[in-house]
């Protein structure tokens, strides 16, 4: 098989990859085998830049063997602004569903909550997590509040 990009379409395309690239590896400290696919994958897009007239941003290390994106690249890419909209909703979603959660199990019980039907739960949940998204819209974090540490 063979794909016809445009130039444009490959710079396109290398948005997307350091999009995926982040999604992928930003919270590994170490390789990880499971990536090990992406990352040929990706390296293999990138050799194309100098075939696309692109070489400015992705540059090939020969002292690792590996192509990388370019401070210019990093500069301009849209990946980042992908990213962030991403996280800012992520959050807020995920903040409310865990808040509903707790607070179902808090008024069942956990063993309650854990042979609830799936459905019912997820139903239950929606109903709490609407409150919070709600708030959130309206507020933020303002009226957020965690009760006090205690480190002994």
């Not at 409150?131 to 957020?144: A, Q, R, S, V």
């Amino acid at each position: 098989m063979k794909i016809d990009l445009t130039k444009d379409e490959y710079k396109l395309l290398l948005d997307m990859l350091a999009t995926a690239d982040w999604v992928i590896n930003a919270h590994k400290s170490e390789p990880d085998e499971k990536t090990e696919p992406y990352d040929q994958l990706q390296q293999k897009i990138f050799a194309l830049a100098k075939e696309y007239g692109l070489d400015n941003l992705i540059h090939y290390d020969p002292e690792i063997g590996e192509y990388s994106p370019t401070l210019e690249f990093e500069e301009n890419a849209n990946d980042q602004v992908f990213i962030d909209e991403y996280d800012e909703d992520t959050f807020w979603d995920l903040l409310a569903i865990r808040m509903a959660q707790r607070d179902l199990v808090d008024q069942v019980g956990e063993d309650a909550f854990d042979e609830m039907e799936p459905t019912k739960r997820l139903a239950e949940v929606d109903t709490i997590a609407e409150k919070y998204f709600d708030e959130f819209t309206e507020n933020g974090i303002t009226n957020l509040r965690i009760n006090p540490i205690v480190v002994h």
